[in-house]
């Protein structure tokens, strides 16, 4: 997979993630095990970006 397409793919998935955390969090009781693990993600896809880029 080409590089460029690689970060496309990881930005949309963290963008998704965004979408996740931001529905998880509009509920009355927002589940925080899962909100724990939606944020790990999140990072984790944020780390990868930001190590791709610098390539």
């Given at each position: 997979m080409a590089l460029s397409a690689r970060?496309?793919?990881?930005?949309?998935?963290h963008s998704n993630l965004d979408s996740q955390i931001e529905q998880e969090l509009r509920?009355?009781?927002?589940d925080n095990l899962?909100?724990?693990e939606?944020?790990?993600?999140?990072?984790?896809?944020?780390?990868?970006i930001a190590e791709l880029e610098g390539q």
């Open positions: 970060l496309e793919t990881l930005h949309n998935r509920h009355p009781a927002p899962r909100l724990a939606l944020k790990k993600q999140k990072l984790h896809l944020k780390e990868t």
